[in-house]
């Protein structure tokens, strides 16, 4: 019974004991947290003396501060778009990895479709040209909502 009463007391007492860590997006938002892990784009933490857990994309993220050793770990890079020749560095996320970002635009695009094109031709021309809309008005991630030959969109996002 002691076993029990201890363990019981060691589980509800270990969230208030945690290492503390300061979240700091590229919108230059602080946060302060209890980080757990980072998985699959995904940030995963808890505020503190709370056990409810939060996400954020690993993209709105600047740097991951962890107070108890100074230890500063850089979760993404800014990305800096020039004009429109820098569509390569516009990223294309999927709708659960846009956490934290803000939504700005719908995109939308065009087909020019040339004789004998397979459709994975065409899904990567529409994807470059949805990037080179994105870059020229200076998004930085897209969520691509429809990549087919009549109906050519995307959902822009900015830190």
Do not use: C
Not at 45 to 53: H, R, V
Not at 94 to 113: A, M, P, R, V
Not at 131 to 144: C, E, P, T, W
Request: charged share 25%; net charge positive.
């Amino acid at each position: 019974m002691k076993n029990i009463i201890a363990l019981i007391a060691v589980l509800l007492a270990a969230p208030m004991f945690a290492q503390t860590h300061d979240i700091i997006k590229h919108n230059g938002e602080k946060l302060e947290v209890n980080y757990i892990k980072m998985d699959n784009n995904i940030v995963y933490y808890a505020l503190p003396n709370s056990m409810e857990q939060h996400k954020i994309s690993r993209y709105a993220v600047a740097q991951l501060n962890e107070k108890a050793n100074n230890n500063s770990k850089t979760v993404s890079e800014k990305i800096i778009l020039a004009d429109n020749f820098d569509y390569k560095k516009v990223i294309v996320l999927k709708e659960s990895e846009t956490i934290g970002l803000t939504k700005s635009e719908n995109l939308k695009g065009y087909h020019s479709i040339a004789k004998g094109e397979t459709r994975w031709s065409l899904a990567q021309i529409g994807e470059k040209q949805l990037k080179q809309n994105a870059a020229k008005k200076g998004y930085q991630f897209i969520v691509i909502t429809s990549n087919k030959k009549d109906n050519l969109t995307a959902t822009a996002y900015v830190y």
